[in-house]
């Protein structure tokens, strides 16, 4: 077989391996090894490739935010800044039905301006929203659902991770891409709030049929001020850093934990006992993610050697289908690699495939980037490599929520943001008015 036959092997055998039970990280080394091996000819060579891949993601400087960003978000969690946040906004939404959903995206909203990242969201969340959404009776499903949903704004609100690498990848300024995120991740929050209320009034079998609560969030308006503005101080303090330039990503997480652990320290919530749970959490589920990614690395490096992804490009170049034709086709491969493939790997394998195509054509890059990290976060929500719904089944302590309950809870989520990539590219100044272009 020809190195393009043995990726769509490889690739298929993938599919029914994960859809066979088998766990995802491990379907997706064996199918690399066994891909390279075919096509180099060589155990040896093909065990010596993925261990390089496996140890440059490791070592990557943008590797380093996940740890950071994660402890980051326990922390919040741990001395309460991330309830308090929650509660906030509780008591903002308490009076529409689906209160407690609404209030969920809107502190992941807030909460992604602290981490730029989905899985720190996800895990945070998992253990803050849904035990409280399912105290008040709404159902796990959509519990869940709800947290891996709007888990995604952290990918797209300011700062995002997946920007900062797209800009690298692309020679665009991130201080453009991040006031770019800006509206589209406000639109994305507004989409899914509204698809809350929706579902609470249309679809209660989905949401829950006896929602209760309501009642339970009446704060003061000091104690409104006193849950607030520490978190948004953390916010002020991480993004105000990124923004002048005093702090690169990295170092804004690590200040950004520094800033969590004084807080804690101050409010007398960070115990030592509490710090070495943080520790310990974060230990594991960084280990669950990066077994995740170094796994998905391998994968794209398979596809990459086999040549599945140039061919892909390449019918996508040559196709007499026009600029829509290529943009469109281009946002479904994205999104149908997003179903195997971690974000960052398909950013690597196909956006810089797909400039030499784009710029001919005198697509705005900042639009593009911003089309593209939306396309990209749809397949955190689909399976079955939703990385999103992973993390959330990793950090959930609850046997009864299936890996499959949790991705029926998450698809209308998923829908929405279908809804709103298709706004952005009917309306492309949602993505570029801010900028001036």
Known sequence: ????????????????????????????????????????????????????AASETISSYFFGVVPLFVMMGFLVSVTGLGRDAYDVAAQLFRRLRGGLGVSTVAANAIFAAITGISIASAAVFTRIAVPEMTRHGYTKKFSVGVVAGSSVLGML???????????LLTEQSVGDLFIAGIIPGIVLAIVFAAGVIAMAVFWPSFIGENITGDSEHDLSAGEMLAKGLPIAGLILLVLGGIYSGFFTPIEAGAVGCLGAIVIGLFRRALTPAKFWNVLTDTGLVTASVCFLIIAAQMYSRMLAISGVPNEFGAFVAAADIGFWGVIIAYVLLVVAMGTILDSSSIMLVLVPLMLPVIEPMGVDLIWFGIVTVIAVEIGLLTPPFGISVFVIKSTLDDATISLGEIFRGAAPFALMMV???VLVLAFPWLATVLIGR
């Open 1 to 52: 077989m020809s190195a393009f036959e043995v990726g769509l092997v490889a690739l298929g055998a993938m599919i029914v391996l994960v859809y066979a039970g088998l766990w995802v990280p491990i379907a997706l080394m064996l199918c690399s090894y066994v891909g390279v091996w075919a096509i180099k000819g060589s155990p040896v060579l093909a065990g010596k490739l993925l261990a390089l």
């Open 157 to 167: 609100i300011p700062p995002s991770l997946l920007l900062i690498l797209y800009g």
């Open 419 to 421: 809804f709103v990539l």
